[in-house]
């Protein structure tokens, strides 16, 4: 009864969370204020119910949980509504807040109708270790990083495209100016990259630790220097090379498929990796 219970409100936050997206989409076309602050508001509802779950889980599962890719996915959706409220309330950027919660949907939609909620308790336990929560704590920070920069620069190319066609409507007022959607990416991607490497040096050093016969060309430890690799290059193309504008924005965004790619598929081809399995 307790789990069933659990479950519909999981199915509730869902349905505000798709009003709340619902409602900035509309925001988003007509510049409909009254849409976008009700759509604040069930937003916020949706992150008090997403942090009631995550402590409900930590109580229930007796550690922080991010051990399983159920887990994993949840606290990824809860960092991101936490990240763009955050950003709106600070820096009261327009649609910042729309376009990563369309993806922070998808991510919680995902967790809540999987066919298959997979249990890995025994794995779980047999993993638990301070070293490991603090490796994949990081790991989901950095690409909620990763997220919300990915957001800004798509706004940096909308509001580019209605520049250069000179679209001199209402969202092109609302949309932030050039120059600070390009600098917000560029620090949040300073702040992932670091974040990235502190949780790669301890995830390496748990794996050397509790994984015999570690295999150096595991798909997703390949993976995750290859997503370090390209944000590594995206700042020095920024701070060695001084690249600005669209060509920067484009090579973000190329950089965040490959984020997603290493966080859904390299996981399931990876050999250690058991909370993708």
């Known amino acids: 009864m307790g789990d069933l219970f659990i479950t519909r409100l999981h199915e509730m936050t869902i349905v505000v969370y798709a009003a709340s997206v619902l409602l900035y989409f509309i925001d988003f076309l007509n510049s409909n204020r009254r ?6 508001w069930l937003l916020a509802f949706v992150w008090g119910f997403q942090t009631l ?36 309330k600070l820096l009261k950027v327009d649609f910042i807040v729309f376009f990563t919660n369309v993806l922070g949907f998808i991510i919680m939609a995902i967790h809540t109708f999987a066919p298959v909620h997979y249990d890995s308790n025994v794995i779980s336990e047999q993993l638990i270790s301070e070293l490991l929560l603090i490796h994949i704590t990081m790991a989901i920070l950095s690409y909620g990083a990763f997220s919300i920069s990915f957001v800004f620069s798509l706004l940096y190319l909308i509001q580019y495209d209605l520049l250069k066609r000179k679209k001199w409507g209402k969202l092109l007022w609302r949309i932030s100016d050039l120059t600070r959607l390009d600098y917000w990416s560029y620090i949040l ?3 992932g990259v670091p974040m990235l490497i502190l949780s790669l040096i301890l995830g390496l050093q748990w794996a050397w630790i509790k994984v015999p016969d570690l295999e150096w060309y595991d798909a997703k430890l390949i993976g995750s220097f290859v997503v370090l690799a390209v944000y590594s290059i ?34 399931k081809l990876s050999s250690f990796h058991f909370w993708y399995q």
Do not use: C, D, Q
Not at 35 to 40: M, P, R, S, V
Not at 72 to 84: D, E, I, K, M, N
């Open 35 to 40: 849409a976008n602050k009700i759509a604040f």
């Open 53 to 88: 779950f995550l402590f409900y889980y930590m109580v229930e599962t007796g550690r922080f949980p991010v051990l399983t890719l159920f887990e994993g996915l949840y606290f990824y959706a809860w960092v991101l509504v936490t990240l763009s409220l955050a950003i709106n």
């Open 189 to 191: 991607n300073v702040i």
């Open 234 to 267: 995206y700042l020095y193309l920024r701070v060695g090379k001084e690249v600005y504008g669209k060509s920067l924005a484009l090579w973000n965004i190329a950089s965040f498929l490959i984020v997603l790619i290493n966080f859904f598929l390299f996981g």
